[in-house]
């Protein structure tokens, strides 16, 4: 199975994910869609594996500084539009094993699912 992260490299909880993932030998590739970017597809297929509102990450000041028109009516595609222009908006991190996603970073689950 080839397991990919996404995310941003200085983001505290990636660094915590990715040092899981190293104690735990687990191999993987790391994509940081802040320099390499997200394809709308990537988005579009993750969206399709977990629900659009667990990948939008509202709690981070990227969310904060949009404006309100921005976060109004916020769907599926509105969300996929912000996340392509602000990456930071994708929660972080995401990790895809090959067709099934984890979104955010909890020992326990990394765990249960890798092992």
Known sequence: MT???????????MKKA???????????AFHDYKSQG??????????????W??????AGTTFRKLS???KQDIDCAKAIDLM?????LIKRPVLDMGGR???GFKPDVYAKALG
């Not at 997200?38 to 629900?51: P, S």
């Not at 509102?53 to 509202?58: G, I, S, V």
């Not at 392509?84 to 930071?88: D, F, M, R, T």
Request: glycine share 6%; hydrophobic share 45%; proline share 2%.
């Open 38 to 51: 997200i394809e709308r597809a990537q988005l579009e297929g993750w969206t399709k594996l977990v629900d």
């Open 68 to 70: 309100e028109a921005d």
């Open 84 to 88: 392509l222009a602000q990456p930071s």
């Open 18 to 28: 990715r040092d899981w993932l190293e104690a735990q030998g687990v191999e993987h």
């Open 3 to 13: 397991i990919t992260i996404y995310g941003i490299r200085a983001c505290d909880t």
């Open 53 to 58: 509102e667990l990948l939008l990450n509202r």
């Open 101 to 103: 996603l984890l979104v």
